[in-house]
């Protein structure tokens, strides 16, 4: 398949300049070069380099085999079963250096495919193989140290320039062969304003369900990519509609398609775009954020019964997260830490709902305070009823400490909190 009719942009007709590049990519361009190899900077660091934007990684292919990438680098680790890799540097400088691969057919030692999908892929090659098994044409383009020109094989040059996405081959068979793809084509489409062209687009409806048979590990890595991007409420929008949010949050999902445009959309809208807002200032996210949103009402549905059955508030909430959590790790994993926040999150959620007595002024040194309060910011704007509190809550951190006493309520424990009189229905 490979097609050796490649359009080189010599370096006066393109835009890439090395003063753009990090140090660490550099050194690893030129060493591998020094060491008599083939070097070439590809994927999304030539790509984003070409749109002016500031690449998140660089990625180098090279002709050197892994071992030999090792024997050139002091400071290199070789990683990877399904692909195998050099990472070279420390820290946030890792430059992941990838040896050309080779057509995926005919299948041996090297390459394990099951039920179309690639199992292993280690039969190495030259550029003009690796080039296929790439995925969209603008990730396929290759920036050459040797003199500075882009390789393009596959017209990405020019679809980089319309601003359209187009898997390389055919893309029933390319997302067969790895379904994340149709996660990449979104993210990609969203992150950088491209339009994902018909051929491209038209198989994804139909095979977003193939998502469900991937390692719940790379979805969660995938999840973050995509809703950390800054652009997460475009981001989720187009995975429902293309059907590829229901593979990642089945619970979510099913809540959402009886309610089309209720609560719990608000909710998740209104998380994500604070997200977005955080990323564009700079402040740091957590995924514990996005995945309370995401199980806030699925937690919701699971405790409804327990709290029917009598079991107390706090018990309740704690039992329904975890029994979100163990459906939604059946799709995607969640790491501990961060499923153990959400559940602070939402116990939380209830203590603020108590605002008198020494209980209150504890609330506000809780570690976890500041997130509990952002979330039930976020509540509050999908539900009117629960204003009043983030207000007080809001008013109540600008207070020195009398000014706090004074702002405590009566003792609701008593006879107001069993009539349940400001108590808003969800906790
Ligand atoms: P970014 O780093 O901005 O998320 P990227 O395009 O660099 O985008 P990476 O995941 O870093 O994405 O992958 C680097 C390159 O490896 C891609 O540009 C693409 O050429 C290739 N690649 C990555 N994942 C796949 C995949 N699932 N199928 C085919 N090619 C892939
Ligand atoms: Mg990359």
Redesign the pocket.
Known sequence: MADSRATIIPRAEHCISRSSMSEQAIKVLYGLKKAGFQACL????V??LLLGLE???F?VATDASPEQVKETFRNCRLIGRRFRLAHVGYGRNIIEVATFRANLEPEGDDVHVENGRIIRDNAFGNIEEDVW???FTV??LYYDIKNFSVIDYVNGYDDLKQGVLRLIGEPTERYHE?P??ML?AIRFAVKLGMRIEEKTEAPIFELAHLLTDISPARLFEEIL?LFHSGKALQTFESLRHYGLFAPLFPQTEAILAEEAEGFPHTLICEALKSTDRRIASGKPVTPAFLFAAMLWEPMQAAMAPMLEQGMPAIQAIQAATDQAFSKQRQAVSVPRRFAIMVKEIFVLQARLMHRSGKRALRTLEHPRFRAAYDFLLIRAIADDSLSEYAQWWTKIQDCDNAGREAMLLPNENKKGRRRGRHKPKSI
């Open positions: 590809v994927g999304g660091g790509r984003d690449p998140k990684d990625d098994r790439r995925d990730n396929a790895d994340v793809r990449r990519k």
